[in-house]
């Protein structure tokens, strides 16, 4: 067992504070936050058969798609996607930072550009997701992109708040985005990774994963511009770490080296010990490796305690570089209501879960939510966040 004493260096002393101040979310559950935190919360699932592309030479038919999310005039799919997220943002300042997050972007693009259709080329890139996000909302800056495979929305969460806590900027925008394509099915189908039948995170029966798709909207602020722009603190940023294995392209390390570092590293940041932690909101993708994975890293970090853990996937499938965007706005109405969500299509815990995982909502005392993320090529994303009632 890792030490629970984690508290912070002199490092962290003078980090301004970090709040996150409006978040916005469309999922395959719901176009909203609150109806898709509300679905979750009853144990529903948006996963099903897929319809968008044929399926039948793939290893699974199952995937979570956005009803009605269809392209226009040669335009990706993220363009209407987007449309239906900032419907439900707060006006967001001009002057904000932007990062936007995604693996894929407007990949569906380019599979219309092989088929000898007509796309808009211009989607096809990952920076279109920035260019397209900026142009939206009339930003000052265009800002970047980051690409770190499904850690890819947490570490631009990481990154926003760090540029906040150093002073450099006041006000960020963390925009994740991803969509189910055929090109990413059928990767993961080679990979063999994707679940027969709709995933089960952390079950003894899990076959592999469903993806998901969705988008996330995050605006972060410094406390003082937060409170002169009379905005409402969702939670806090407490802490964050990011770390990688460096094992394996696709593989994780079997004992979460990886996974262990970056949730110390949060610790550390937050100068919180383990046993402050709530609950986690694990990545729980539904995979044998990952899964595994997960519970060895947090048996290490949390010893005997057997900390409550949930996955959302088996009611949202994954969502690659979106899914910690969407997870930490589902966080964030957890801490405020008090009460994890259940892990949707867990039926028989595996052993190393058992006791940590359930199949209902739980309730919580603790002030503190700690999520995480992992991704090919070892890396490993914690963020904690608080809520704004802690002193």
């Not at 005039?73 to 001009?94: K, Q, T, W, Y």
């Not at 693009?109 to 989607?123: G, K, M, Q």
């Amino acid at each position: 067992m890792i030490s629970k004493q984690a508290k912070p260096s002199s490092d962290f002393s003078n980090l301004r504070e970090v709040q996150i101040t409006d978040a916005a979310v469309v999922t395959a559950l719901a176009d909203n936050l609150g109806g898709s935190w509300k679905r979750l919360l009853a144990g529903e699932t948006a996963i099903g058969p897929v319809s968008r592309f044929p399926v039948k030479n793939y290893c699974s038919r199952f995937a979570a798609c956005i009803e009605g999310l269809e392209s226009h005039e040669g335009g990706s799919r993220i363009r209407p996607l987007l449309d239906r997220l900032f419907l439900e943002m707060a006006p967001v300042p001009p002057d904000s930072f932007l990062i936007t997050a995604t693996t894929k972007g407007g990949i569906d693009n380019l599979e219309r550009l092989r088929r000898a259709e007509h796309p808009e080329v211009e989607d096809i890139p990952l920076s279109a997701v920035t260019r397209l996000v900026s142009k939206k909302l009339g930003l000052v800056q265009e800002g970047f992109n980051v690409s770190a495979s499904c850690a890819s929305s947490a570490i631009a969460v990481a990154q926003g708040a760090g540029l906040i806590a150093l002073g450099r900027t006041d006000a960020v925008l963390v925009c994740c985005i991803d969509l189910v394509t055929e090109f990413t099915f059928s990767g993961f189908s080679c990979l063999k990774a994707l679940s027969p039948f709709p995933c089960k995170p952390f079950d003894r029966d899990r076959q592999g994963l469903s993806l998901g798709e969705g988008a996330a909207a995050l605006l972060l602020m410094s406390r003082e511009r937060a409170r002169k722009e009379n905005r409402r603190s969702l939670g806090r940023v407490l802490g964050w770490g990011i770390a990688g294995d460096a094992v394996h392209i696709t593989a994780p390390d079997k004992d979460g080296c990886g996974l262990v570092e970056a949730i110390l590293r949060a610790l550390r940041m937050a100068g919180l010990e383990s046993g402050e932690i709530a609950g986690v909101g694990a990545h729980g993708t539904g995979t044998l490796y990952n899964d595994l994975m997960e519970m060895a890293a947090l048996q290490q970090v949390f010893g005997k305690r057997r900390v409550p853990v949930y996955s959302v996937k088996g009611g949202l499938g994954h969502s690659l570089g979106a899914t910690g965007g969407i997870e930490i706005a589902l966080g964030l109405q957890a801490l405020s209501n008090r009460i994890l969500p259940p892990t949707v299509g867990l039926t028989h815990p595996m052993a190393e879960a058992k006791g940590m995982v359930r199949v209902e909502p739980f309730s919580i005392s603790e002030d503190c939510l700690l999520t995480t993320n992992s991704g090919f090529g070892g890396i490993n994303a914690a963020l904690i966040m608080g809520r704004e009632s802690r002193a």
